[in-house]
């Protein structure tokens, strides 16, 4: 049995709205990400694995999108600062070579993975929202992918990888529990 609701809990609906909206914010900061590491290795050949992981993310930015849209939700209020920052973290990472940012991959799936896990065991225990169970599952599959394409492309052998991944991934915790309330 699960604890009785308390006063200043939120909804049922209001975590479902929650969870779009910080689901949607996330992969908004992504395809961001990924443009900007594209503005600077677009070329190279880690091109390739970038833009593919790019249209990937583009098509979960327009299911949620979507889905937002469906149930009148609004988006974060914090967009333009993801908007901003995913495209800086993506080009800083990328100035530091193609490895640097296999490694902000790496980073950010590693806490995506953690955070679409948590969401998808919540809803699936509810029972009351088994599409978006089974969404959010699909999706965490997919950022493993990600995450796995990144360390094959030789994450680990970034310079500076764990302090690099340890700021990254606590810029995407704050991000994560900023755009759930925001």
Do not use: C
């Amino acid at each position: 049995m699960s604890a009785p609701r308390l006063p200043g809990d939120p909804t049922p609906e209001q975590l479902v709205e929650r969870a779009l909206r910080v689901d949607h914010a996330g992969e908004v900061g992504a395809v961001r990400i990924y443009e900007g590491q594209l503005a600077v290795l677009g070329g190279s050949p880690a091109g390739e694995v970038l833009r593919t992981m790019k249209a990937k993310e583009e098509a979960h930015r327009d299911e949620l999108a979507g889905l937002l849209s469906a149930r009148g939700v609004r988006p974060t209020a914090l967009a333009p600062l993801w908007d901003v920052a995913g495209f800086a973290l993506g080009a800083a990472t990328a100035l530091l070579g193609p490895k640097a940012a296999m490694a902000a991959t790496v980073a950010v799936e590693e806490v995506i993975e953690e955070h679409y896990r948590t969401q998808h065991d919540a809803l699936s225990a509810s029972g009351s929202e088994p599409e978006l169970a089974s969404l959010v599952e699909r999706l965490g599959a997919d950022e493993t992918t990600h995450k796995n394409e990144a360390i094959a492309q030789g994450a680990h052998e970034a310079p500076a990888y764990s302090a690099l991944t340890t700021a990254i991934k606590a810029g995407s915790r704050l991000a994560i529990w900023l755009s759930t309330r925001l």
